[in-house]
């Protein structure tokens, strides 16, 4: 298994306050993506990363930022959580082209509740 | 835009039996990558197959074997003597090359086996 965790496994959090996810991997893959996961809907991409301090939109981003200082790690922030926002967060790592072969790695995931 | 469309919301089969999830997408892209993902109840993604879309023949991997109909779009999995422990939610999923390596999810097929 690729060696990528998430922290915390499972969160509940009160509307309105701050809430950190952090995705931590081991391989050195240089793509990293925050994914959301609601039933209905498959998982959504958030934000991802491309390299460290490059990140970009995804289709859900509205409410969301992310951060990546060190190869790494990948941080999600929810700077103010709503109750739309209560979801399963799934982070995910790819080295194409490095391997030469398209794969994305996922984590085992983070189940947020906001009260 | 890039689409992927799952129309069997819910499927069921005898164990030992085949069954086939659908899968349509859209893309305007030449070079691309589809795949299948399993979540079992653990939640962990699990990538199922993988089909290069300038390949020409369809993916297998042991009772797991794809049909990729480029010109309709299309790219089903056949399972082969189902499983108990195939139940899961299977997701197809599409990446095209040389953009943000950005996969577009499926809204998935809850696949039971029964015994």
């Known amino acids: 298994d690729a060696g990528i965790t998430q922290s915390p496994r499972h969160k509940v959090t009160e509307t309105g306050t701050p809430v950190t996810l952090r995705c931590h991997q081991t391989?050195?893959?240089?793509?990293m993506y925050w994914y959301r996961q609601d039933p209905g809907h498959g998982l959504r991409l958030i934000h991802y990363?491309?390299?460290?301090?490059?990140?970009d939109k995804g289709e859900v981003s509205d409410g969301y930022s992310v951060s990546r200082s060190k190869t790494e790690d990948f941080l999600l922030t929810l700077e103010s959580a709503t109750s739309s926002q209560t979801s399963v967060y799934f982070c995910?790592?790819?080295?194409?082209?490095?391997?030469?072969?398209?794969?994305?790695?996922f984590g085992p995931g983070t189940r947020l509740t906001v009260t | 835009a890039q689409t992927v469309t799952q129309s069997q919301p819910e499927m069921s089969v005898q164990e030992a039996e085949t069954v086939t999830l659908s899968c349509t997408y859209d893309?305007?892209?030449?070079?691309?990558?589809l795949f299948w993902y399993k979540q079992p109840p653990s939640r962990q993604m699990i990538l199922v197959i993988r089909?290069?879309?300038?390949?020409?023949q369809n993916a297998t991997e042991n009772r797991f074997s794809v049909n990729f109909q480029k010109a309709a779009k299309s790219f089903s999995l056949k399972i082969s003597d189902s499983q108990l422990g195939d139940t899961a939610m299977y997701f197809c999923?599409?990446?095209?090359?040389?953009?943000?390596?950005?996969?577009?999810f499926g809204k998935g097929t809850k696949l039971t086996v029964n015994p």
């Open positions: 893309t305007s892209e030449s070079n691309y990558y």
């Open positions: 391989e050195n893959h240089r793509y």
């Open positions: 089909q290069e879309a300038y390949k020409q």
């Open positions: 990363s491309y390299g460290v301090k490059d990140t």
């Open positions: 995910a790592i790819s080295d194409y082209p490095g391997t030469g072969i398209y794969e994305q790695y």
């Open positions: 999923a599409l990446v095209s090359q040389g953009g943000s390596e950005k996969l577009v």
